[in-house]
């Protein structure tokens, strides 16, 4: 699991730095997707760890980043 997390952490802030260095934001909604994949993951991680409020929290946020990254992928 930390593996994983550590992955998307990666991918995460590789794109991000390519969207701020180029000033392109074409690949927002993937970074938006991905950014939700690393908070569902974290929330899962916190659920193991048997915290209830962390879970909910990270599940709800990464659940409104794949909306609007599915939603980004679609307008465009």
């Known amino acids: ?3 994983v997390r550590i992955i998307l952490v990666i991918i995460v802030l590789a794109l991000s730095t390519y969207q ?7 690949l927002m909604p993937y ?3 991905f950014l939700g994949a690393y908070m569902l993951v974290t929330g899962l991680a916190e659920l193991q760890k048997d915290r209830k409020g962390g879970f909910l ?3 709800v946020v990464s659940l409104f980043l794949f909306y609007v990254s599915i939603d980004a992928f679609i307008i465009n």
Do not use: A, P, Y
């Open 1 to 3: 699991m930390k593996l």
């Open 20 to 26: 701020l260095i180029t000033r392109n934001i074409e």
């Open 31 to 33: 970074s938006m997707f």
């Open 57 to 59: 929290g990270c599940v």
